[in-house]
């Protein structure tokens, strides 16, 4: 076996320390092949106990965080455990079974390359875009890109909102790497979902992937808080929730008014998911991720109910003889129920 410590390969235009920032880069992944080791080696050998660590310090702050942090990266040894702790945390992730682990952690992967690009030269963005199969020029984005990985549920985001010229979406530099990093999510993510972890993995992490399963358990609150009265909801969400049930494309700011008010009464996530089923452009895997990010499952911010007014100033307000009164909709549904 080559003795990895030392080992030091210069690529065309990414170096070891930039591959340990971006370790799903292809070209880590041929630094490793470089590197002859097999599975037994770096399942059980010393020289990697400090990677099996790292790795394991990846799952964790990506289940706990929702975001992995950087570890000081001093010397080539440094980034050789780092690049090699990758491919350790994707087999424990893998081993423990759960597509809401496998949600995360792809996020926090991505959130971590999202900061690092922040810092990074636009030539080495451009170059990290075109790995990823996105079409990027300086602070220009392709519009069909820009429609694929944007969070257009999101008004800021939404391709009116932008100034277009000759087929590119102009962007600043964070927004650009912002859609790169939903470009790196959804690759980590694809990835993960068709891949198996050899047997050894499980007997090795044995403990730690029990100990993730019960934080899975307690994290992931897809299951049903509460009982949930349709009967009850004001009539704006009726109509929402009538529409999407039909078919009927329902607006960006109609599915932010329904989701927050669903998740804020208690409503599962795969049940808010079953609502938007029968839309014309459902996407389960995309709308799965606008889900969880509005109500914070992925992200850290838990969105709110809009008030009454801007619900009315979107024209979605449908008043009948209950709403005198009432300012926001969880009040409506409050009264209600009691």
Not at 51 to 64: H, P, W
Not at 226 to 232: G, I, L, P, R, S
Not at 295 to 314: E, F, N, Q
Request: aromatic share 12%; net charge positive.
């Amino acid at each position: 076996m080559p003795p990895i410590l030392f080992i030091f390969i210069l690529f065309n235009f990414v170096d070891l320390f930039k591959l340990a920032k971006y370790p799903f880069m292809a070209e880590a992944k041929e630094w490793v092949k470089e590197q002859k080791v097999n599975i037994e080696e770096i399942l059980f050998d010393e020289l990697y106990e400090r990677a099996r660590q790292r790795g394991i310090e990846r799952v964790k702050q990506a289940l706990e965080k929702g975001i992995i942090y950087d570890t000081p990266l001093i010397n080539d040894v440094d980034c050789a455990m780092e690049i090699f702790s990758y491919p350790i945390a994707r087999m424990l992730v893998v081993a423990v079974e759960s597509d809401y682990l496998l949600r995360r952690y792809a996020l926090a992967e991505a959130k971590r390359a999202y900061e690092n690009m922040k810092n990074e030269e636009e030539d080495f963005i451009s170059y990290l875009a075109k790995e990823l199969g996105v079409e990027v020029n300086g602070e220009k984005i392709h519009f069909a890109d820009y429609l694929k990985y944007a969070p257009t549920w999101d008004m800021k985001w939404k391709l009116v909102n932008r100034e277009l010229k000759n087929g590119y979406v102009i962007l600043s530099k964070n927004e650009v790497a912002r859609l790169i990093q939903e470009a790196i999510r959804k690759k980590i993510y694809s990835e993960l979902s068709y891949i198996f972890a050899p047997p050894e993995v499980k007997k090795v992490f044995r403990n730690e992937i029990i100990a993730i399963k019960s934080r899975i358990a307690f994290k992931d609150k897809s299951v049903k808080m509460k009982e949930v009265k349709a009967d009850y909801f004001p009539p704006c969400i009726k109509s929402l929730v009538s529409a999407a049930k039909s078919g009927i494309n329902v607006p960006h700011v109609g599915r932010f008014t329904m989701v927050t008010f669903l998740n804020a009464i208690g409503m599962s996530i795969d049940e808010i998911l079953k609502i938007f089923s029968s839309s014309p452009d459902f996407n389960e895997e995309k709308t799965r991720y606008q889900i969880e990010h509005i109500t914070g499952r992925i992200s850290s911010t838990v969105y709110a109910p809009p008030k009454c007014d801007t619900i009315r100033t979107w024209g979605l307000c449908y008043p009948d003889e209950y709403c005198r009164g009432i300012k926001h909709p969880l009040f409506y549904y409050r009264r209600r129920r009691k």
